[in-house]
């Protein structure tokens, strides 16, 4: 909040600003909501001046109004939804992964968080034609498995050079694995910030569609799953998704996948859809029809 004070525009004075202090005035905001012809009476001021010092405070700390139209059209130019190559994940995700925005994939190891974003890059790279950047922090990641997953929805023949588009670029980070919690590590917490700062500025600035991943851990006092990283890092994902192991038919959960809607501004939160990870890791559909949680 700017507190009035000489030089902060042009006619307001110092005098004029010890006159409205002694009358409770002294922000910016006490001075522009106020009724100036009475502020000009109690304070024996110029109504005329205190009338030009307000115009210029209010062009110079007023946010532009913007018609509702005009922002709808421009969203609707700037913002696309892109497939994550699985039918039902798309459904949980309203249509797919929004551009301009952050989604997170949470889940204990082993639950398919790696898989389901490998599926998401060669479902972008290959059936959008759209380039693909995949930050590896764990070492995860391989050439020659998505290299299966690409001639698997291919069909089972070709190389990967036959998908034609852009492609899958990988950057591998050491020191950002297995470890201290980031939030724990010290200065952590500032990087870890500047790092959600930075990606939300990329999603927006240039309509990208960021999908982050995380571990889970338990609460201590229901047992409950929830996100690692804390509570400042919760606020940086538009939309989160559990993936939990759950058994499936037959009883076998090593390609089972449920996963759950926790975090959304467009759908209720608690749906959710199962997932089977092929032999090949390919998302497939489950047999069985989503669900709705409570």
């Known amino acids: 909040m700017a507190i009035l004070r000489a030089g902060l525009c042009p006619g ?41 010092v307000r115009r210029v405070l209010l062009a110079q700390f007023s946010a532009f109004p913007v018609n509702g139209a005009d922002l709808y059209e421009e969203l609707k130019s700037s913002m696309a939804i892109l497939p994550t190559g699985s039918e039902s994940l798309d459904k949980l995700l309203d249509s797919g992964l929004y551009t301009g925005e952050v989604t997170e994939l949470t889940g204990a190891p082993a639950t398919g968080k790696t898989q389901v974003c490998l599926s998401i890059a060669m479902s972008a790279a290959h059936g959008l034609r759209q380039s693909v950047l995949y930050v590896d922090s764990t070492g995860g990641f391989t050439a020659s498995r998505l290299l299966q997953l690409a001639q698997t929805r291919m069909g089972g023949g070709g190389s990967a ?69 804390g509570r400042s890092w919760s606020f940086v994902p538009s939309t989160r998704v559990l993936l939990e192991s759950r058994a499936g038919p037959g009883g076998n959960a090593s390609t089972h996948r449920v996963a759950t809607l926790t975090k959304s501004s467009r759908q209720p939160t608690g749906i959710e859809v199962e997932l089977d990870i092929g032999s090949c890791g390919v998302l497939e559909e489950s047999p069985a029809a989503s669900a709705e949680g409570p």
Do not use: F, W
């Open 12 to 52: 307001l004075t110092a005098e004029m600003i010890q006159v409205l202090k002694a009358n409770s005035i002294t922000t910016v905001v006490d001075l522009v909501s106020s009724d100036l012809e009475e502020v000009a009476r109690k304070c024996s001021l110029s109504y005329k001046a205190l009338v030009a």
């Open 161 to 229: 050079a036959d998908s034609g588009g852009p492609g899958v670029r990988c950057l591998r980070h050491a020191g950002c694995g297995t470890g201290a919690p980031l939030q724990h590590v010290p200065a952590g917490l500032a990087l870890m910030m500047q790092l959600a700062r930075e990606l939300k500025m990329l999603a927006r600035e240039l309509s990208m569609a960021v999908v982050v991943t995380n571990h889970v851990t338990r609460e201590s006092s229901s047992g409950h799953l929830k996100p690692a990283l």
